[in-house]
């Protein structure tokens, strides 16, 4: 008899301020908080407050399909709150459920894709990659047998493993070249290697900026950062280098792009000499 598959309802509670020094001039901003769809997960709400009210709010597409809220201000502000209230309904999801096809060839990565879909998807195959990661990746190549999803799964895991994952609130994220040297990064950091490795392979991969539920925090929550490598046949699959794991059900992706720069939760300038600082927090919770 087939067991019934049972929703799980993850509440996302965002708020982010920012405090300026002196009244400003907003340009246009544009905000990522939105869940995107996947085949395990539902929205089932989404509520965006801005304070103070703007002039226009307006949900849009980006170029990659991602959904984001453009808004603009007509009066100058001193401080400036975007909170975003999110549910998600999500049902269990096997990561390694899917079989690549055609199969893969990992000793002649000119044809792991067809060749009509290699000019779309080069921006996500562009890399820079140094002789020392290039020779890492062929010993993770090696040891893996050449198998696919070994490979993918082992290089995930081993930079969980070597290098140390640590909490940066800088806006910058560390090169791939400086992350493989230094043996430590973020979240960010890490996907951001991860991504190199992979392309110097010959795969396609983006970078995913969402939220992931970790049932041992109760509070503590942040956005976080993992990738997505494209297999024939399956499609977009998630490898998280912070935890050396592929993606399941408690990941909620909301913003992916070849470029890191085109998924930050908040993206627009200020006009006038004015500092600002910033402030965030992130409450993920079950309901029961």
Known sequence: MKLPIIDMLIDIHHKTTYTYSEPVFLEPHYLNFKPIGRSYLKLILFDLIVDPVPSGMVERLDPEGNPYIQIWMDDLIKEFTIEAKSRVAVTPYNPFYFLVDPPIDLKDPNFFYHERDRTMLS?????????????????????????????IADLTRSIAEGWKHQVRMDDNILSPQVCFQKKKGSCRDLSLMLMEMLRATGFACRFVSGYVYNPELGSGHELHAWVEVLLPGAG?????????????????????????AFTMPVVGNYRGPAKSVMESAVLISVDD
């Open 123 to 151: 921006h996500f195959m562009k890399h820079e990659a140094t002789d020392p990661i290039k020779k890492f990746v062929g010993a993770q190549l090696e040891a893996s047998g050449y198998d696919v999803v070994d490979f």
């Open 236 to 260: 977009w699959i998630g490898i998280d280098p912070s935890a050396g794991v592929l993606t399941q059900e408690l990941y909620i992706p909301v913003a992916t792009s070849f470029d890191p």
